[in-house]
Each structure stands twice: as structure tokens, then as C-alpha cells.
């Protein structure tokens, strides 16, 4: 018997992926920003990179977003 998931699951969606360098290394510690392009006003979500620079945002819903990455502290430009 299959489950049946409900409607509001199915709207969910997840962006998700790996900081890296301009020599392709993963970069850790950086702050991702994703905000949601949608015709109301949205807070910015953050993560930030693990150590093999990846990063995770879920339980979004369906839509055009922006997405940036900082680390100030590495001398890296405000949008990576």
C-alpha cells in the first residue's frame, strides 16, 4: 500500500551545494545566504559551509531565489 503524502509536502523543495575556491577546493566557514524572489517581501535564510563546503537549505517552497556567498575574513569578494 503506498503512503500517501500531503499536498504541502509536495510543495517543499531543497537547494543545496559546495563552496569552492577558484582552484575548485572546498571553502569552509563561509556564509550562504538564499533569499526567495517571491511577490511578497522575504528574510534572507542562511548556512553556513562545513568543512568540506558544502551547505544546505530545506523546506522551501517552489520559486526563484537568490543565492550568495560570503567570507570576509578570507579576502574573498561579497558574492563568491
Known sequence: MKESVPQSEKQLGIVSGTVVNERGEPVSDVTVSLVWMGPTLAIPRTD?????????????????????ARKEAAGYRENL
Open 48 to 68: 553556513q559551509s562545513d568543512t568540506t563546503g558544502k551547505f544546505w537549505f530545506g523546506h522551501l517552497q517552489w520559486g526563484a531565489y537568490t543565492l550568495c
